[in-house]
């Protein structure tokens, strides 16, 4: 296997990070060809050919900072993903900005303006019935979680494999050759307190830094389960991570394809054949429309919460501070009545 290692991160060392990331996807017999993307490194059009996969990194940069860079990796990545040929595996501000350039939304995070945690990531349905994890018993596992912003919204098309408290849309896929998540599998937790502590420390709740702080390896209880799906992933293993819906839309399109194919070699290509194909497209089509307007409801529906809670904090506010007004009110009312007394008790001695 040649698999790419594109590295979006500038601050570290970089031979020790490089070999980290070797280490946690590769296996042996691996041929890595390293790119330093900060230093605008990418492989060239012949060398993605020659690629099978792809892992891009982490960053302590943001995927929506305007930089030439960032734009040009964004490009590249987004062209071998679509073209289903070279395995990518997208990690943290990968993630982002995987999805942000391929149609999906993303959001900062807040209170606090950085997490840094084990969080808990809940499967979806579609996750745990894949092939992947057909040997896996849980529901829910604990992963290395690092962000300052993360996905609400994802890209058309795209179908969500977990989700936690912290990051909505925590690990996705396109469903074929991309496999994208918010997790830091490839780090423990004790070199996460040693490398990314100290960067995002004046950005976390003292109470979050302090929980992290006592955080241990046995907490990440999902780490190596999901290191091993990244490289059977990366190595080529069908994954079934298609929801069967989709799928069975996806069938009866291919199914139909084949048909008129024959049909053509006949010289009889008919208008039902024709109409079969559209109708599956279609179907296709609105049943990801369907999927983009329930994440963007479900995000809609948490804003409207939240101010629904800060209007309910003021109105409470804007009550006590009129309940305050009326005391200093009858107060001064009191006091202009002695004042009075007092001026004609002085006119009058």
């Not at 979006?8 to 490089?18: F, K, P």
């Not at 993303?106 to 979806?124: F, G, Y």
Request: charge should be negative; aromatic fraction near 4%; charged fraction near 35%.
């Amino acid at each position: 296997m040649r698999i790419a290692l594109l590295d979006c991160e500038d601050v570290d060392e970089e031979e020790e990070r490089a070999k980290r990331w070797k280490e946690a996807y590769g296996e042996e017999g691996d041929v890595w060809d390293v790119y330093r993307c900060y230093a605008g490194q990418l492989p060239e059009d012949e060398a993605w050919k020659e690629l099978d996969g792809a892992v891009v990194t982490t960053s302590v940069h943001r995927a929506t900072e305007e930089v030439e860079w960032i734009a040009k990796t964004a490009k590249a990545v987004r062209e071998a993903v679509r073209s289903g040929r070279v395995r990518v595996l997208a990690s943290g501000f990968a993630c982002q900005l995987l999805a942000m350039t391929m149609g999906g939304r993303l959001t900062n995070c807040h209170e606090p303006a950085h997490v840094l945690q084990v969080d808990r990531m809940r499967l979806t349905a579609t996750m745990q019935s894949s092939t992947m994890c057909k040997h896996w018993n849980a529901a829910e596992t604990g992963l290395l979680a690092a962000c300052t912003s993360h996905v609400v919204v994802l890209p058309r098309g795209a179908v969500l494999l977990a989700t936690s408290a912290t990051t909505r849309a925590a690990i996705w896929t396109d469903g074929r050759a991309l496999l994208a998540w918010q997790v830091r599998p490839e780090m423990d937790v004790e070199d996460a307190k040693k490398l990314l502590l100290p960067l995002a420390a004046e950005q976390m709740r003292v109470e979050d830094r302090t929980r992290f702080e006592h955080a241990t390896n046995e907490d990440a209880d999902g780490t190596k389960a999901f290191l091993d799906m990244a490289k059977k992933f990366l190595h080529g293993e069908e994954h079934g991570w298609m929801p069967k819906d989709v799928e069975d839309v996806e069938e009866e399109t291919r199914r139909a394809s084949r048909a008129l194919v024959q049909v053509a070699k006949r010289d009889a290509l008919t208008d039902e054949a024709q109409r079969t194909v559209a109708m599956n497209h279609e179907a296709a089509e609105r049943l990801e429309r369907v999927r983009d307007a329930v994440l963007r409801v479900s995000s809609y529906v948490e804003d409207v919460e939240a101010t629904r809670e800060k209007c309910q904090r003021c109105e409470e506010a804007l009550e006590r501070a009129e309940q305050r007004v009326s005391a200093l009110e009858v107060m001064v009312d009191g006091m202009l009545r002695r004042a009075d007394a007092l001026e004609a008790k002085l006119a009058h001695p």
